[in-house]
Antibody
Framework: QVQLQESGPGVVKPSETLSLTCSVS????????WSWIRQPPGKGLEWVGH???????NYNPSLRSRVTISVDTSKNEFSLKLTSVTAADTAVYYC?????????????WGQGTLVTVSS | QSALTQPASVSGSPGQSITISCTGT?????????VSWYQQHPGKAPKLMIY???NRPSGVSNHFSGSKSGNTASLTISGLQAEDEADYYC??????????FGGGTKLTVL
C-alpha cells in the first residue's frame, strides 16, 4: 500500500519561500508521476504541477513563474518550492500519485498539510 | 485557465439518483477523454471515483458512473446513500498538458 506524507513549515511569512516535501513509502518513486495539489480553506482544488521520476515537470500556468517541483529518488521523496508567497497561497497542500502512470488522475494522496502565509 | 464549472450544490433523498455536471471547453473537457471525478469528505483527502470519463478504479462502488457529451461531463450517483454526502470535484487535462479542476459541488443527502 503506497503512503504519502507531506512535511514542512505550517507558517510562512509573506514574500518568503514555501517549501514542502512529500515522502513516499510502500512503493518506488521511480515509476510514476507525482503531483502537488492545493486547496485554500473552504475552497476548491487547484493543481500546482507534476514531476516524473526523471525530473520532467509541468506547472499550472498561473504559478509557473514561482513554482519548482523536484524529485530525490535516493530518498524516495519529491518537493515543492513556491517563492514570493502571499496570503492567497494559504492552503492545504496535498501531494498525490498519478494513477496508472499518468498525471491526469490521482489514486493515492497524502493527508494534506495546512500552510498559512502570515507575518 | 479558468476552473471547470460545476453547480455549487445538489441534493437528493436516499435511494434517489443525482447527476453533477462539469462544463469546460473544447480545450479541456471537450477535447479529450481524461475527465476524472473525486469525492472529498470534510477534513479528508480527495478520493478518486471515476477516471477517463467513465471508468471506476478498483473498489469504487458501481452506483457511481460517469459520462460526457461535448464540453460537459457528468457524474451520476444512483441509489443515494447517507455516506455519499460529500464534496465532489471534476478534473480534466487540457490542450496545454495541464490539469484543471472544477469548483466543486456539495452533495447533500436529505
Amino acid at each position: 500500500q503506497v503512503q504519502l506524507q507531506e512535511s514542512g513549515p505550517g507558517v510562512v511569512k509573506p514574500s518568503e519561500t514555501l517549501s514542502l516535501t512529500c515522502s513516499v513509502s510502500g512503493g518506488s518513486i521511480r515509476t510514476d508521476y507525482w503531483s502537488w495539489i492545493r486547496q485554500p480553506p473552504g475552497k476548491g482544488l487547484e493543481w500546482v504541477g507534476h514531476i516524473d521520476y526523471i525530473g520532467s515537470t509541468n506547472y499550472n500556468p498561473s504559478l509557473r513563474s514561482r513554482v519548482t517541483i523536484s524529485v530525490d529518488t535516493s530518498k524516495n521523496e519529491f518537493s515543492l518550492k513556491l517563492t514570493s508567497v502571499t496570503a492567497a497561497d494559504t492552503a492545504v497542500y496535498y501531494c498525490a500519485r498519478g494513477y496508472r502512470r499518468t498525471w491526469i488522475a490521482y489514486d493515492y494522496w497524502g493527508q494534506g498539510t495546512l500552510v498559512t502565509v502570515s507575518s | 485557465q479558468s476552473a471547470l464549472t460545476q453547480p455549487a450544490s445538489v441534493s437528493g433523498s436516499p435511494g434517489q439518483s443525482i447527476t453533477i455536471s462539469c462544463t469546460g471547453t473544447s480545450s479541456d473537457v471537450g477535447g479529450n477523454n481524461y475527465v476524472s471525478w473525486y469525492q472529498q469528505h470534510p477534513g479528508k483527502a480527495p478520493k478518486l471515483m471515476i477516471y477517463d470519463v467513465s471508468n471506476r478504479p478498483s473498489g469504487v462502488s458501481n452506483h457511481f458512473s460517469g459520462s460526457k457529451s461535448g464540453n460537459t461531463a457528468s457524474l451520476t450517483i444512483s441509489g443515494l446513500q447517507a455516506e455519499d454526502e460529500a464534496d465532489y470535484y471534476c478534473s480534466s487535462s487540457t490542450s496545454g498538458s495541464t490539469l484543471l479542476f472544477g469548483g466543486g459541488t456539495k452533495l447533500t443527502v436529505l
